[in-house]
């Protein structure tokens, strides 16, 4: 009988900014996907979130592909992705959550998920959880011979910095870092992560009031703009996060910037396939609330990396960095956005790392 039992907390990592020299870490790729945890005990097979949810029912073609080939009785701890021209696709990736049933069949189908493995957490009746990292990575290669996907994995420093920039062209999030004498520890953030942080100079053209405050008293976000080459005004994202007290001193610095007069995201001025901010999606059945700007400041923000596709957006919430007066808006184009160099994600798959 398998000796753990969901739901187990994955162990968790910490931002860090550096891959550092002489740590005694084994360096892993870091995978764009949901976090997933699975246990195998003879014909039950379970796919557990991050949250300690089930995934089974959205992802029947991982079940059927994990029964083929994992042992009779395994716990792994991985990563569920998408991949999709040799790239990996998050947005594919979340339409997999779907209430109907026929929809997630047709997407199986359409866009398959893989299980990437990274942790061993025990086999047969064995636990790992208490054995250092070393031992529990040593153990996960032998299941490649069984036909499991194990993350490529390093420990050299330098290795792990060629990774950090070469596997981005296949859409990996950058490296993770595991302490190689640390046991396995539910929720406790051991690991590092090291992931690509960049910066774009946005108009902002737009913003949304605190949701804790009335209208015009304090700002929740900044409504993010990007001209692509036609001049067409795109709205790749939000910058938040800010104190309580610059909140309520946005709301007064921008008051004048407000707009009821011709706007570049609104009535006649939108065009076929531009992004705006506010409409309806999957995740929201109503339109969310924005106020208009003119589009006359440029502010700095820092991203990590985009998605969707073009016009791309950024994939988290962007970090404010200044205010740019010397920038022009006009001067805002998506070209100043990196784009990193394809890389052959089934390469990654398979452990077959080259330069």
């Not at 406790?188 to 009335?214: E, F, N, P």
């Not at 104190?243 to 939108?270: F, K, M, Q, S």
Request: glycine share 10%; proline share 8%.
């Amino acid at each position: 009988m398998l000796p753990v039992r969901p739901p187990i907390q994955p162990m968790l990592a910490r931002a860090v900014k550096t891959i550092p020299d002489g740590a005694d870490l084994l360096f892993e790729p870091k995978w764009d996907g949901f976090r997933c945890l699975v246990f195998r005990d003879g014909d039950e097979l379970t796919l557990q979130s991050r949250a300690g949810k089930p995934l089974n029912r959205y992802f029947p073609e991982v079940l059927e592909r994990l029964a083929d080939v994992l042992p009779g009785a395994v716990a792994l701890d991985g990563e569920l992705v998408v991949a999709r021209d040799g790239h990996l696709d998050f947005d594919a990736l979340t339409e997999r959550i779907h209430p109907a049933k026929s929809r997630v069949s047709l997407l199986a189908g359409q866009t398959p998920a893989t299980f990437v493995a990274f942790d061993l957490l025990a086999l047969d009746e064995v636990s790992f959880m208490d054995e250092p990292t070393s031992v529990r990575r040593g153990r996960l290669e032998k299941l490649t011979g069984e036909g499991v996907n194990i993350t490529p994995a390093t420990s050299d420093p330098e290795t792990a910095r060629h990774w950090f920039t070469l596997f981005e062209g296949a859409g990996l999030d950058g490296v993770i870092g595991k302490p190689l004498d640390a046991v396995y520890q539910p929720g406790k953030r051991i690991m590092s992560k090291y992931k690509h942080s960049r910066t774009a100079d946005c108009v902002v053209a737009g913003l949304r009031w605190h949701a804790d405050s009335q209208p015009g008293e304090a700002v929740g976000s900044l409504l993010l703009g990007l001209y692509d080459d036609n001049g067409v005004l795109h709205h790749p994202g939000v910058v938040g996060s800010f104190p309580a007290a610059r909140r309520r001193e946005l709301a007064t610095e921008l008051a004048e910037l407000i707009t009821d007069g011709p706007h570049p995201w609104l009535g006649d001025n939108v065009v076929a396939g531009q992004r705006l901010p506010g409409g309806v999606t999957r995740w929201r059945s109503t339109e969310q609330p924005w106020v208009p700007l003119r589009p006359e400041r440029v502010v700095e923000v820092g991203y990590e990396h985009t998605e969707g596709g073009h016009p791309a957006r950024f994939r988290h919430t962007a970090q404010f960095v200044r205010w740019r007066p010397d920038r022009e808006p006009s001067s805002c184009g998506y070209a100043q956005l990196d784009e990193p160099a394809r890389y052959d994600l089934a390469a990654v798959f398979q452990g077959k790392v080259h330069p």
